[in-house]
Each structure stands twice: as structure tokens, then as C-alpha cells.
């Protein structure tokens, strides 16, 4: 079977350019987990390399299947220069790695919590995970596997989360699209939930 990881590396390259920095971190028990560091203006954007390494299993099945099952990478979004986003690397990383350690399915709408700030300072210790598609296409790979699909990370502060269980993702979306809410804002505050 291919090593699918340079597909993913070059179709991040195609839709982001060339990476200026990257970061390797490694969990005992899982696979190696990159973080590229990609600029574009004043928007840095980090996108996980490696958990696509393995299809995501459920975590009730007996045996992983080698071959079935979604693959993902996730690709955060901030304004540069705010705050020192840098060190989201490693959350990200430990993000990443939740299919492999915990035996999480990562999907759309779902919320990833990594019980820390996601870098010093930051008012967000979670993210909510964004439909793929818009900032880098699936990458289709040869049957019988699965797409690698590029979620969007959207940060979250703790009452936005909370909120989110109880009213859904897409009532969390709505709620920051009607206050014009700039989620690429390292240090921006919570949105109004009354």
C-alpha cells in the first residue's frame, strides 16, 4: 500500500504554498505527528501531516481495519503578529493523534478540547471542527481508500463550547456569522450567547 503522507504534503503545498517552518511530534504507542507552519499575508495557518497515516476506526470495533475508514488532516487559521500562536504546535499535534490514542473518528461538527490554552494567553482551550473543502480540496486516493479530507480548526472559548453541546455546531456557527464574528483572531473574545 502507498505511503500516503507525501500526497497529503504536496496537496497542502498545491493549496498553501511552500511551508516556512515544521515541527515533529511523537506520542508513545502512535505514529509521528507534523505541524507545517504556512504564511500567507498576515494570516499563519498549521496543518497537521500524519494523522492520515491510518484511517480512523471506530473505537468500538473489535480489530482496525488497515484499510477502511475516513482519514483527515487538520489545518488551523490565525492572524499572525497578535499572539505567540507558534505554540499551538504541540496541541495541535496532540489533536491529531486522538484517532490513534483515543480512538476518535474526527468529523465536521464535532469539538476537540485539549484541557490548556491552545498557546499562551489564548482565551481557547478547544476547537470546533469545520466542514473540509474550501481551503484545501479533499485529496482522492485509489480504492479501496477512503479521501484524506482537510478540516478546518475554529477556536473556542470555554462558553462557546459549553453552549455548542447544548445548541449544536451549526447553532454556534450561525450565532458567530451573525455577529460577524473573525475567528482567525488569536485573542478575540467569546461571541454574545444570551
Not at 470495533?61 to 490565525?78: K, Q, Y
Given at each position: 500500500?502507498?505511503?500516503?503522507?507525501?500526497l497529503?504534503?504536496?496537496?497542502?503545498?498545491?493549496a498553501?504554498?511552500?511551508?516556512?517552518?515544521?515541527?515533529?511530534v511523537?506520542?508513545?504507542?502512535?505514529?509521528?505527528?507534523?505541524?507545517?507552519?504556512?504564511?500567507e499575508?498576515?494570516?499563519?495557518?498549521?496543518?497537521?501531516?500524519?494523522?492520515?497515516?491510518?484511517?480512523?476506526t471506530?473505537?468500538?470495533?473489535?480489530?482496525?481495519?488497515?484499510?477502511?475508514?475516513?482519514?483527515?488532516?487538520?489545518?488551523?487559521?490565525?492572524?499572525?503578529?497578535?499572539?505567540?500562536?507558534?505554540?499551538?504546535?504541540?496541541?495541535?499535534?496532540?489533536?491529531?493523534?486522538?484517532?490513534?490514542v483515543?480512538?476518535?473518528?474526527?468529523?465536521?461538527?464535532?469539538?476537540?478540547?485539549?484541557?490548556?490554552?491552545l498557546?499562551?494567553?489564548?482565551?481557547?482551550?478547544?476547537?470546533?471542527?469545520?466542514?473540509?473543502?474550501?481551503?484545501?480540496?479533499?485529496?482522492?486516493?485509489?480504492?479501496?481508500?477512503?479521501?484524506?479530507?482537510?478540516?478546518?480548526?475554529?477556536?473556542?472559548?470555554?462558553?462557546?463550547?459549553?453552549?455548542?453541546?447544548?445548541?449544536?455546531?451549526?447553532a454556534?456557527?450561525?450565532?458567530?456569522?451573525?455577529?460577524?464574528?473573525?475567528?482567525?483572531?488569536?485573542?478575540?473574545?467569546?461571541?454574545?450567547?444570551?
Open positions: 500500500m502507498a505511503d500516503v503522507l507525501p497529503v504534503e504536496a496537496r497542502l503545498r498545491s498553501l504554498g511552500e511551508p516556512d517552518a515544521r515541527a515533529a511523537t506520542f508513545l504507542g502512535t505514529d509521528r505527528i507534523e505541524v507545517l507552519r504556512f504564511h499575508g498576515d494570516i499563519v495557518r498549521y496543518a497537521s501531516l500524519g494523522m492520515s497515516a491510518q484511517p480512523m471506530d473505537p468500538t470495533a473489535v480489530i482496525a481495519d488497515p484499510v477502511a475508514g475516513p482519514r483527515a488532516e487538520l489545518v488551523l487559521s490565525v492572524r499572525g503578529g497578535v499572539a505567540d500562536t507558534d505554540k499551538v504546535l504541540r496541541p495541535l499535534a496532540v489533536l491529531a493523534a486522538s484517532p490513534q483515543e480512538g476518535l473518528v474526527v468529523a465536521p461538527g464535532a469539538s476537540l478540547d485539549v484541557g490548556e490554552p498557546w499562551p494567553g489564548a482565551p481557547f482551550t478547544s476547537v470546533l471542527v469545520a466542514e473540509p473543502g474550501g481551503l484545501v480540496e479533499d485529496l482522492e486516493l485509489d480504492a479501496p481508500l477512503e479521501p484524506v479530507r482537510f478540516l478546518p480548526l475554529l477556536p473556542m472559548t470555554p462558553n462557546e463550547a459549553a453552549w455548542k453541546r447544548v445548541h449544536g455546531a451549526q454556534l456557527q450561525e450565532r458567530w456569522l451573525n455577529h460577524g464574528t473573525d475567528l482567525r483572531d488569536p485573542s478575540r473574545k467569546s461571541v454574545p450567547l444570551d
